[in-house]
């Protein structure tokens, strides 16, 4: 299984991004996908992340400025930021919790993507 992160990049204050991931590989289902974020300073952190009936649960200072979706059919995980800040700068990984065909369960991780939030 592998997780191919995409959408990253360089944004003023207040602009915008999307992130997509796209899950591939032989494998019996995807519960979980989520978003996390990582800097040198501060370890990975939980950004966002929804399951597969579409529920979400979000850190609290991205709430109301990011919103996470998922495409069941392709597998993918979106990641809409808003009102993007300086402090959202960070790697932002993937991650999927993947029922494999022998039915265990397995977290992978996309390989990151850069989000830069400065003037």
């Known amino acids: 299984v592998q997780l191919q992160a995409s959408g990253g990049g360089w944004v003023q204050p207040g602009g915008s991004l999307r992130l997509s991931c796209a899950a591939s590989?032989?494998?019996?289902?995807?519960?979980?996908m989520g978003w996390f974020r990582q800097t040198p300073k501060k370890e990975r952190e939980l950004v966002a992340n929804?399951?597969?009936?579409?529920?979400?649960n979000y850190e609290g200072s991205v709430k109301g400025r990011f919103t996470i979706s998922r495409d069941n059919a392709k597998n993918t995980v979106f990641l809409q930021m808003n009102s993007l800040k300086p402090e959202d700068t960070a790697v932002y990984y993937c991650?999927?919790?993947?029922?494999?065909?022998?039915?265990?369960?397995?977290?992978?991780w996309g390989q990151g993507t850069l989000v830069t939030v400065s003037s």
């Open positions: 590989g032989t494998f019996r289902g995807i519960d979980v």
């Open positions: 929804i399951n597969s009936e579409g529920h979400t």
């Open positions: 991650n999927a919790g993947v029922m494999t065909t022998t039915l265990r369960r397995y977290h992978y």
